[in-house]
């Protein structure tokens, strides 16, 4: 195992020079690049959950008042993970991504920030959904939020598909839901690729997505992680930094 390094200039020179030196990056990103954009992370206080009681998957399919107010969270923008814009963070990742020096973003977030930046869709592995659409439970269609506002809003009808008639529902991942196959496979897939995996703002506490840092380390690439907070993988890593991801990302890429 590498020493861990955890002095803050010297660790952000560190960070330029293992990102300079990598052929193929992977970013793996949690809520703590997003909160610097004022997105509220789940478990802190004053986080979304201590604001609202998560409704978990069975409750929404099987409960019609839990439906509803599922898609009042929506309309309200009370869990607060839309609206806001992309941060240095962000764009950092987004440049690493264009100048092809990272094959992939691997995201805990629903907030949609990194397409936002710039980052195409087909280089982001979106492991929990996304906040900014919906999805038939049932055939899978995607709907557009706008699609039902009125009908919601103003008629009170709850959302089903208009290819099936379905449930409708956000394209998060919600507790008790199942994880999607497909992105779980990329990931793991970029994860065995890579030479340098970055994690930027994760706590590494939600498995299975959190299993993907010691993967990578155990492949052979370089574990570098960036987050205000220790993490329980912080002993595994080449190199730690508990600083501010914009600032530090901005220095390490040079945007």
């Not at 691997?106 to 982001?124: R, Y």
């Not at 919601?152 to 507790?175: H, M, N, W």
């Amino acid at each position: 195992m590498s020493e861990t390094l955890f002095q803050a200039a010297p660790g952000r020179r560190q960070l330029a020079q293992m990102i300079a030196g990598a052929r193929r990056i992977v970013i793996f990103t949690g809520a703590g690049i997003s909160t610097e954009s004022g997105v509220p992370d789940f478990r802190s206080p004053g986080g979304v959950w201590s604001r609202m009681k998560p409704i978990y998957f069975q409750e929404f399919v099987g409960d019609e008042a839990r439906r509803r107010e599922a898609w009042n969270r929506v309309y309200s923008g009370a869990a607060g993970w839309t609206g806001a814009r992309p941060n240095d963070g962000h764009t950092a990742v987004a440049r690493l991504i264009t100048e092809g020096r990272a094959s992939a973003v691997i995201t805990q977030n629903v907030d949609n920030l990194h397409q936002e930046s710039g980052v195409p869709d087909d280089k982001i592995i979106e492991l929990h959904g996304n906040a900014h659409y919906a999805r038939c439970l049932a055939c899978g269609l995607r709907h557009e939020f706008s699609d039902f506002r009125e009908s919601f809003l103003e008629r009170g009808e709850i959302p089903t598909c208009r290819a099936c008639g379905g449930l409708v529902k956000s394209a998060t991942i919600s507790f008790g839901q199942a994880m999607p196959e497909e992105p779980m496979e990329k990931a793991q897939a970029a994860t065995f690729d890579c030479d340098l995996f970055l994690v930027l703002g994760s706590s590494l506490v939600v498995y299975p997505a959190a299993g993907f840092p010691i993967m990578a380390k155990r492949g052979g690439a370089m574990l570098a992680i960036v987050n205000r907070e220790p993490t329980d993988q912080d002993g595994y890593a080449d190199l730690v930094l508990h600083d501010e991801i914009g600032s530090v990302m901005r220095e390490a890429v040079g945007s």
